[in-house]
């Protein structure tokens, strides 16, 4: 089962937070049921577990003074890699013990307005995402949105596209388009995609006012699946030669918490006044047609292994295809996990990000 506290999760990356939300005040985020402090510290953000090693207070309740992260409890300090820097109870020039440093991710990654964090090494890069840095694109992005829908169920959904007529009945869908069109998956290392054409309510297209267009279009789709709950998708228009892509990064926050961003380009608006914020408007009117349906289900997780005999067919080949890919993803962690591994991909420093292991230590 893949749920939102699965270990093998530690091995990719996730986004935690909304760039300018991280700020020199340090706030509490979560991911995979961990607690993590984000802080930016000298305009980098930084993340570390949100667990002081002295008492395990929060440092999320801390303060920045100067460049160091000040715990609330006893003022302890820490620099931006983490290390103590200061043990005030003690004085100055006393021996500050070597465990007493905070546990920091594999690697923190600021990309797209987003924060991401990857705990431990992860298996897929992030995505590059070209076309947010392409002035031919108006690149906005969508509200962030809660829900206890898993992230495993998103990005299955994502995946999806036999339920457009049926579910996105008042955005894109296509009420008589209930074929699908069986695009061949191209697996490529710990990613698979797929490339097929579907018809589309293209409400977006400036000419289809003007009947010069029509509103039903056809259009090409390109979505890609990884070893992570990121995922693109290039939408591409015949009629407008228009492209609009996405980036849809979910993330497993909690047991019964996902956060869902989305990051959402056009280069086929004419930079007409507020016409990417409708196209992200609508984004989210998407996503809540999904919501409709996937807060229903009573089980957040997604079955891998398939022991509940969900029956899939060839229209879910690219969500059988990645989840495929998980259960991959699942395996190479525990083995990267079994004692005959040699394991490099632990944190920088400190206790596994998956232990919260609460030791006493007397300083001297
Ligand atoms: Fe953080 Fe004591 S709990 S300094
Ligand atoms: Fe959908």
New binding site residues.
């Given amino acids: 089962m893949l749920t939102n506290t699965t270990p093998a999760l530690r091995r990719a990356w996730h986004c935690v937070a909304e760039s300018d939300s991280v700020t020199d005040t340090p706030a509490r985020v979560w991911l995979l049921d961990v607690p993590w402090v984000v802080v930016r510290i000298g305009g980098i953000a930084r993340a570390f577990v949100d667990r002081?090693p002295?008492?395990?207070?929060p440092?999320s309740i801390g303060t920045l003074v100067g460049d160091e992260l000040q715990?609330?409890?006893?003022?302890?300090r820490y620099d931006d890699t983490g290390t103590c820097t200061a043990i005030p109870a003690l004085g100055d020039g006393a021996h500050i013990p070597s465990r007493a440093c905070l546990t920091t991710p594999f690697a923190v990654e600021e990309r797209f307005g987003l924060v991401f964090i990857a705990p431990l090494k992860p298996l897929s890069p992030l995505p590059r995402a070209d076309f947010l840095g392409d002035d031919t694109f108006e690149v906005a992005r969508c509200t962030t949105t809660r829900t206890h829908v898993g992230a495993a169920q998103l990005i299955d959904n994502f995946m999806d596209a036999a339920h457009f007529p049926y579910v996105h009945t008042a955005t894109f869908g296509v009420a008589d388009a209930t074929t699908v069109e069986s695009g061949e998956v191209v697996a490529d290392g710990w990613q698979v995609s797929s490339t097929f054409s579907a018809p589309y309510r293209n409400h977006d297209d400036p000419l289809v006012d003007g009947g010069a267009h029509p509103l039903v279009q056809p259009h090409t789709v390109r979505k890609v699946g990884r070893a992570d709950f990121i995922t693109e998708l290039e939408l591409s228009f015949e009629l407008t030669g228009g492209s609009f892509r996405i980036l849809y990064a979910v993330t497993p926050e909690r047991a019964d918490t996902t956060c869902v961003y989305k990051v959402i380009a056009r280069n086929d608006l004419r930079h007409a006044p507020g016409r990417i914020e409708k196209v992200a408007a609508d984004e989210d009117a998407i996503l809540a047609e999904d919501l409709l349906v996937l807060e229903r289900y009573d089980d957040a997780s997604v079955d891998l292994s398939n022991r509940s005999g969900e029956i899939s067919t060839r229209a879910d080949r690219l969500s059988v295809a990645w989840r495929h890919l998980m259960m991959r993803a699942l395996e190479a962690d525990a083995e990267s996990r079994a004692p005959s591994s040699t394991n490099t991909d632990r944190p920088n420093v400190g206790d596994s990000v998956s232990t919260s292991v609460r030791r006493t230590e007397t300083v001297a």
């Fill in positions: 002081c002295h008492r395990s207070a440092l715990c609330a409890y006893h003022g302890w």
